[in-house]
């Protein structure tokens, strides 16, 4: 998309409402739709505008909805609290005395619709060059809970009218108002100040502004555009199809564009700010979220659900579970691993069945097959960890660490008991519990000794 910077544009972003049609403690624009929150959707699609500054009404839960907004680091944004929701014309009264001097038009949007894209303001701003204000609107079969947008014999909008106060004939109208505005700041400043309360909800509405202009002859031209960019979201059966929508889009986008094979999008969960490489398999049931990233000819899945995890070129992960993991390049995990926060694979190694790891750094080549538990520990080069290792990192109330060193080769069943260190290339025998350091070299064996005892069984009988 290519854009021209519009120094002379203020973003007005709407989220101050508590979003009652959500029935939920935190406010609407918070919830999260594809690893964003509602509102930091808008702000992403504002961001290649280039607009001079952002400003965004908050109310409920103001202090929340102001870190999520400042989280995303626009370097012109401020708040504006609006004390009491008195309706979309009451919060864009809110906004207009923190407007900045050089700014000559307001663009408005709503804090709810996160599918929204850049294209679509794009065409907004195309369609005001020389009118005073335009508005996006779309058509779709079923306008229910939206305003609806009755035009003029000349094509312009005379007014809207909202779905509570629309009569049978208003409601017939199938072209529904998007709730986003690009108006000139001295026009949009004086409707403003004439808007009443005379309606169902007994609010100010932003709606109506259109009218107050239409009245003094001021044009507002419609943009129609498609109800996939601009659909708000104002119960959780629409947040969830939101989230389908916005997952579909990275998702092909990853496809067409990086070249990422996905054998079942329909049940591919990624957050949209993960990155994957390029012939990297996604199979069903894999879940990347907040900006996990996957390297190149890598294969994920199926049934993997990875969190800020970075798993590198060339390796495989087979239905686990991984935490603020790295993963590197070419090794393999799972099937039924559970990576915990600040596990560390190095390259080429392999973490297998049903077994478990936190905080614990993994060197290049090791292997840790199956049934394990490595927890607290570091974990040097060409370290076999056999079936059944347990690192017994925890006394019941303070947590130590294990070190095995390059070359070591760690029996089946061993508890290694930490604080405790394995020598290089020492070896420790099956079935041992070892509760002290073992040269390198060395082998340890920490086991009692079997006895026979010969006819046992038969004088039992
Ligand atoms: C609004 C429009 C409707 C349009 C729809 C598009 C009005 C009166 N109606 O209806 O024509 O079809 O959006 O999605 O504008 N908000 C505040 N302060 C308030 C009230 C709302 O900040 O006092 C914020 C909300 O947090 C929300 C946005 O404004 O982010 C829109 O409010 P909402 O109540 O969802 O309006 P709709 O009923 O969807
Ligand atoms: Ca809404």
Excluded at 413 to 420: C, F, H, N, S, W
Aim: net charge negative; aromatic share 4%; proline share 3%.
């Amino acid at each position: 998309m290519t854009t021209t910077p519009a120094d002379d544009v203020a973003v007005v972003i709407l989220a101050a409402g508590q979003g009652t049609r959500f029935r939920s403690d935190t406010a609407k624009v918070l919830h999260g739709a594809a690893g964003r929150s509602l509102v930091g959707h808008v702000l992403e699609a504002v961001r290649p505008l280039q607009v001079g500054q952002v400003v965004v009404v908050v109310g409920h839960q103001a202090d929340e909805v102001t870190a999520d907004v400042e989280a995303a680091g626009f370097a012109d944004l401020v708040t504006v609290t609006q004390q009491e929701q008195l309706g979309t014309g009451h919060a864009v009264q809110q906004a207009m005395p923190a407007l900045a001097e050089g700014i000559r038009r307001v663009l408005v949007l709503p804090g709810d619709t996160p599918l929204l894209t850049s294209e679509a303001l794009a065409e907004l701003f195309t369609a005001t060059e020389g009118a005073p204000a335009a508005m996006l609107t779309f058509e779709l079969d079923d306008p229910t809970g939206y305003g609806r947008v009755v035009r003029g014999d000349d094509g312009g909008v005379d007014r809207i009218v909202e779905h509570r106060d629309a009569n049978d004939a208003e409601l017939a109208i199938r072209e529904a108002n998007a709730g986003m505005y690009l108006v000139d700041r001295q026009l949009l400043a004086g409707a403003l100040d004439r808007l009443g309360d005379d309606n169902a909800q007994g609010e100010l509405y932003l709606t109506d502004v259109v009218a107050i202009l239409r009245g003094d002859d001021h044009l507002v031209v419609p943009v129609v555009v498609a109800e996939s960019v601009v659909a708000g979201v104002n119960d959780r059966a629409q947040l969830a199809e939101a989230a389908v929508q916005l997952r579909r889009r990275h998702l092909d986008h990853l496809m067409r564009e990086g070249g990422v094979t996905v054998m079942d999008p329909a049940t591919t969960y990624l957050d949209v700010d993960v990155e994957v490489g390029r012939d990297t398999v996604l199979l069903p049931g894999t879940i990347l979220e907040r900006g996990t990233r996957v390297g190149e000819r890598a294969s994920v899945g199926p049934n993997t659900h990875l969190t800020a995890c970075e798993v590198g070129d060339d390796a495989t992960v087979h239905s686990s579970r991984g935490d603020d993991a790295v993963i590197g390049e070419g090794a393999s995990v799972g099937p039924f691993s559970h990576l915990r926060t600040g596990t560390r694979l190095a390259p080429a190694t392999k973490v297998g069945a049903y077994v478990e790891t936190k905080n614990a750094v993994v060197g290049r080549g090791s292997k840790v097959p199956h049934l394990a538990y490595v927890g607290d520990a570091t974990v040097g080069e060409s370290v076999n960890l056999a079936c059944g290792v347990i690192t017994v990192n925890y006394d019941g109330k303070d947590k130590h660490h294990t070190t095995v060193e390059d070359g070591a080769f760690v029996g089946c069943d061993t508890m290694l008991v930490a604080p405790i260190t394995i020598g290089a290339g020492a070896y420790t025998a099956a079935g041992s519990t070892l509760t002290d350091d073992v040269p390198a070299e060395a082998l340890a064996i920490g086991r009692a000794r079997q006895t026979n005892k010969d006819g046992w069984a038969r004088g039992r009988r």
